[in-house]
């Protein structure tokens, strides 16, 4: 057998031996990291949530009397006047351990009541503006999406809809309100949507150039 050839061979079976180990030692590291975590979770008590940032619908302001006879857009608004009389938080980015230390555990099963219901907002949102966009009624969607952006949501397709209806008109101010809010998201899409925003927002630059 070459002597080099060997020679290679076994330096590069140590090398795979060595990121195996190494893998797990950081994988059992990273487990006890987290249990540890949890067990402090589970041990922090009930605090007081009045002072979360709750999402108040302001339903008053929303096309409620457009295509009201159409069957999605009719389950779009009856979604959000339930809505109304529930608690909704964004507690998009956070983990069950994250809630349970910040908030106490007692109160983990309201707190993901409250994000469940701000799940339904947001996608509720997004579907009621797609349906008003698709029959023409672009300007009453941006409403809902606007609004959407205010909550934080972590849409992208929101995002992407006002850059675009923005852009269209010019409007760089706007453009970078959305970046200001996006750049404060917890979620795994915020590169995406700035990405997309700052692009937007370019070729404004660009058609005043």
Same mark, same amino acid.
């Given at each position: 057998?070459?002597?080099?050839?060997?020679?290679?061979?076994?330096?590069?079976?140590? !090398?795979?031996?060595?990121?195996?180990?190494?893998?797990?030692?950081?994988?059992?590291?990273?487990?006890?990291?987290?249990?540890?975590?949890?067990?402090?979770?589970?041990?922090?008590?009930?605090?007081?949530?009045?002072?979360?940032?709750?999402?108040?619908?302001?339903?008053?302001?929303?096309?409620?009397?457009?295509?009201?006879?159409?069957?999605?857009?009719?389950?779009?608004?009856?979604?959000?006047?339930?809505?109304?009389?529930?608690?909704?938080?964004? !507690?998009?980015?956070?983990?069950?351990?994250?809630?349970?230390?910040?908030?106490?555990?007692?109160?983990?099963?309201?707190?993901?009541?409250?994000?469940?219901?701000?799940?339904?907002?947001?996608?509720?949102?997004?579907?009621?503006?797609?349906?008003?966009?698709?029959?023409?009624?672009?300007?009453?969607?941006?409403?809902?999406?606007?609004?959407?952006?205010?909550?934080?949501?972590?849409?992208?397709?929101?995002?992407?809809?006002?850059?675009?209806?923005?852009?269209?008109?010019?409007?760089?101010?706007?453009?970078?309100?959305?970046?200001?809010?996006?750049?404060?998201?917890?979620?795994?899409?915020?590169?995406?949507?700035?990405?997309?925003?700052?692009?937007?927002?370019?070729?404004?630059?660009?058609?005043?150039?």
């Amino acid at each position: 057998m070459n002597i080099g050839f060997l020679a290679s061979f076994i330096t590069f079976s140590l !090398l795979v031996s060595y990121n195996i180990k190494k893998q797990a030692r950081k994988g059992k590291h990273t487990e006890k990291d987290f249990w540890a975590r949890e067990a402090e979770a589970n041990a922090v008590r009930r605090k007081p949530l009045d002072h979360l940032p709750y999402v108040r619908i302001p339903l008053e302001r929303f096309p409620t009397h457009l295509l009201n006879d159409n069957s999605e857009v009719l389950e779009c608004i009856e979604i959000m006047e339930s809505l109304t009389s529930r608690k909704i938080v964004n !507690l998009t980015g956070w983990s069950n351990t994250d809630l349970k230390l910040e908030y106490g555990a007692a109160n983990i099963t309201a707190l993901s009541e409250y994000d469940q219901n701000y799940t339904l907002l947001a996608r509720t949102l997004q579907k009621w503006a797609d349906a008003l966009s698709e029959a023409g009624h672009e300007d009453d969607a941006i409403v809902l999406l606007e609004f959407a952006v205010s909550t934080n949501t972590d849409i992208s397709r929101t995002y992407y809809q006002l850059a675009d209806y923005w852009a269209a008109r010019g409007r760089g101010d706007k453009i970078e309100e959305m970046i200001h809010t996006a750049e404060g998201l917890r979620t795994s899409g915020k590169g995406a949507i700035l990405r997309h925003l700052k692009q937007s927002l370019d070729s404004i630059v660009g058609r005043l150039c």
